[in-house]
């Protein structure tokens, strides 16, 4: 059985995964943006050396 009760700690662990997952989740969308960005720039670089 999974016990998830973590008496006087428990706030302090779950606010803590929280804030891991926020923060895995803003880096990775960040790195997406910033690809397709790139991505971007160099289609138009190929296009205009044409």
């Given at each position: 059985?999974l016990?998830?009760?973590?008496?006087?700690?428990?706030?302090?662990?779950?606010?803590?995964?929280?804030?891991?997952a926020?923060?895995?989740?803003?880096i990775?969308l960040?790195?997406?943006?910033?690809?397709?960005?790139?991505?971007?720039?160099?289609?138009?670089?190929?296009?205009?050396?044409?």
């Amino acid at each position: 059985m999974l016990d998830l009760d973590m008496s006087p700690y428990g706030v302090f662990v779950w606010s803590s995964w929280a804030i891991s997952a926020a923060a895995l989740a803003a880096i990775s969308l960040r790195a997406l943006i910033a690809a397709r960005r790139w991505k971007r720039e160099l289609d138009r670089l190929e296009e205009a050396s044409k």
